[in-house]
């Protein structure tokens, strides 16, 4: 028996993250009941982004180009690589106003546990590319999770290989935080990667 067309939306719902039966289950009925138009332009949207989205063919992140318009701008130093595991990741870095380089997107993490290799995740594209010859240096900026520091730790070996400069981002305390309140992990990592003033 095939499940009907409720159940269907309801397992389709739980692909997104952090989503479980009852909260999926919770917004098919409240798209169902409360915005169905809503639900209508939803659907559309997903069809639309599905058919018209791709990877940028320098730094792999989604575009509606071949090119994303950062990798095609002029003004953005060509010398400068960093790597980040999602767009999300990406946003957030263009956020801070700090970087003005380029990017390339994992979309993902080493995780052998999950299946997830460098094969999978085309690693040896960003090798290529930051050893070609433009980039001066790779700034790894992959999260602070085992898998995340497995991925950094990964490129750092092999673009060093290659004479490539891997930098890391910096982790610690954060901007206005009071020192009571860090946990002692980050706290240990801000005291090891502390820096002078001098």
Known sequence: MSPSSL??????????????????????????????????QLAASLVTALSALRHCQRCNTLTEADVCERCASPRRDASLLCVVETPVDMNMMEQTLAYS???????????PLDGIGPRELALERVVA???????REVILA?????????????LSEHLSARGVRVTRIA????????????????????FRERRSLA
């Open 142 to 154: 992959t999260n602070f999770t085992n898998e995340g520091e497995a991925t950094a730790h990964y």
């Open 129 to 135: 590319r930051a050893s070609g010859g433009e980039v």
């Open 171 to 190: 982790r610690g305390v954060p901007v206005g935080g009071e020192l009571e309140y860090v946990d002692s992990g980050t706290l240990a990592q801000a």
């Open 7 to 40: 159940e269907s939306l309801v397992e389709a719902l739980r692909c997104l993250p952090g989503v479980g039966p009852k909260s999926a289950q919770r917004m098919a009925y409240y798209l169902l009941q409360r915005d169905r138009e809503g639900a209508a």
């Open 101 to 111: 380089g380029l990017y390339y997107v994992l979309m993902g993490r080493l995780s």
